[in-house]
């Protein structure tokens, strides 16, 4: 079992940016960002592939979020700009080595996950 912890969670205003940090105990070909906001599902944000670097991100935070990791430190981060209230949510990482290299969305491949680090975008 990959150990994750996430961190970087704030409030923070509306137009603002913040990065969110996960620290992986190992090296796992494929990490992602979920969120789940009160009374959601928990939805995809952004993937990222350890052996190519290819990224994926779900529609709505195109152009705003950066997924990014670290190989050296096993470290993946997510750099969210221009926030809107509706980004408000629990942020997880999340980590498989089950998605043959490269990125998914699917909930359902990940099979390591952390704890979770809040995110409030309010004025």
């Known amino acids: 079992q990959v150990k994750l912890v996430e961190s970087g969670g704030g409030v923070v205003q509306p137009g603002d940016s913040l990065t969110l940090s996960c620290q992986a105990s190992?090296?796992?070909?494929?990490q992602a960002w979920f969120r789940q906001a009160p009374g959601k599902e928990r939805e995809f944000v952004a993937a990222?592939?350890?052996?190519?670097?290819?990224?994926e991100y779900a529609d709505s935070v195109k152009g705003r979020f950066s997924i990014s990791r670290d190989n050296v430190n096993d470290r993946t981060y997510l750099q969210m700009h221009r926030l809107k209230a509706e980004d408000t949510a629990l942020y997880y990482c999340a980590a498989t080595n089950s998605a043959g290299f490269s990125t998914t969305r699917a909930i359902g491949a990940y099979d390591n996950w952390g704890q979770g680090t809040q995110v409030t975008v309010s004025s």
């Open positions: 990222i592939a350890w052996l190519d670097g290819a990224v």
């Open positions: 190992e090296r796992t070909y494929t």
